[in-house]
């Protein structure tokens, strides 16, 4: 089955660091590759939605100087959480999926952050 | 967004059927009806989807009403490993995938 490969798990990092996630389809091109945040006991939050070679597009509310995403290529987006603050502290979660139709998306497996 | 409306939580007894309900009256006609789950600390990991018939896959079944505004999974012999939070989302092609609150499956040894 699709495979969507997220790193590093966990990260713990004091308050000001930037922190990159990256998110990798594994077996398939992910035409669209989506980034979700999820607090305790809360559901998933759509963040962003990127295309390869696209600048992505943010849910309202996010913002998009404090979440850079990149997506260059067919197999690899990566979210970076600049000068982070403990509130950032939270479960980011990326997905995949090929194609534009009502095909499944795929989910890595979460990073947890936390901000000292 | 068609909206979904899932009970907060169910118990099972393992080894035996689950039928996880989801209503969504508001579904549009192309919609497709997509469930996934996630287990503790893990992404979600899909399940099954259909558009109209019942879909079977090795993990479960999918049964969608004939109005098409509800639809029941069915895990045929629950097992521990399948206790998580299962989220029902009416899907419209080449849109995101947006989640509810889903239903918390409790499973009993």
């Known amino acids: ?116 | 967004d068609a909206k979904t409306t899932q009970p907060n939580s169910m118990e099972s007894n393992e080894e035996e059927p689950v039928h996880l309900p989801c209503n969504h009256s508001t579904i549009s006609g192309t919609d497709y009806i997509h469930w996934y789950r996630q287990l503790p600390s893990q992404g979600p990991e899909y399940v099954i989807h259909g558009l109209t018939s019942n879909v079977n896959n090795r993990m479960a079944s999918l049964a969608i009403a004939e109005d098409r505004k509800s639809s029941t999974l069915i895990l045929h012999r629950a097992t521990l490993r399948d206790a998580a939070v299962y989220y029902c989302i009416p899907f419209e092609a080449g849109n995101m995938l947006t989640f509810g609150g889903g239903t918390r499956l409790m499973v009993k040894p």
């Open chain 1, 1 to 116: 089955g699709a495979v969507v490969s997220q790193h590093p798990s966990w990260v713990i990092c004091k308050s000001g660091t930037s922190v990159k996630i990256e998110c990798r389809s594994l077996d398939f091109q992910a035409t669209t590759m989506f980034w979700y945040r999820q607090f305790p006991k809360q559901s998933l939050m759509l963040m962003a939605t990127s295309n390869e070679g696209s600048k992505a597009t943010y849910e309202q509310g996010v913002e998009k100087d404090k979440f850079l995403i990149n997506h260059a290529s067919l197999t690899l987006s990566t979210l970076t959480v600049t000068s982070a603050h403990p509130e950032d502290s939270s479960f980011y979660i990326c997905s995949a999926r090929e194609g534009t139709g009502h095909q499944p998306q795929h989910f890595g497996d979460g990073t947890r952050l936390s901000i000292l």
